[in-house]
């Protein structure tokens, strides 16, 4: 059975520091690329980050680039987004993403919740 399970979500304030992880099982983790997305209040789900299996990493959103850091352990098979210097607009609920490099399968966590606030 898939799994992707999140963790690391929290309260921080404004300036902080948060590692969201993500555990991954049922599946080649190390052939798959990996992804965090985000969804806040009232906005559509957003590409954040992704690493292929290669370690190659693209980021996507413009407002976090050189605050968050995608990588990967495929020893623990487990996907990491460091989050640092963060603001309000962070908030969100963050979920993990799996695609097969044929883009065949495609998994999902059930997500963790991030919120940033004084």
């Known amino acids: 059975q898939v799994q992707l399970v999140e963790s690391g979500g929290g309260l921080v304030q404004p300036g902080g520091s948060l590692r969201l992880s993500c555990a991954a099982s049922g599946f080649t983790f190390s052939s798959y690329s990996m992804s965090w997305y985000r969804q806040g209040p009232g906005k559509e789900r957003e590409l954040v980050a992704t690493i292929k299996d290669d370690y190659t990493i693209t980021n996507y959103v413009d407002s976090v680039k050189g605050r968050f850091t995608i990588s990967r352990d495929n020893g623990k098979a487990t996907v990491y987004l460091q989050m640092n210097s963060l603001k309000s607009e962070d908030t969100a609920v963050y979920y993990c993403?799996?695609?097969?490099?044929?883009?065949?399968?495609?998994?999902w966590g059930q997500g963790t919740q991030v919120t940033v606030s004084s």
């Open positions: 993403n799996a695609r097969s490099s044929n883009w065949r399968r495609n998994y």
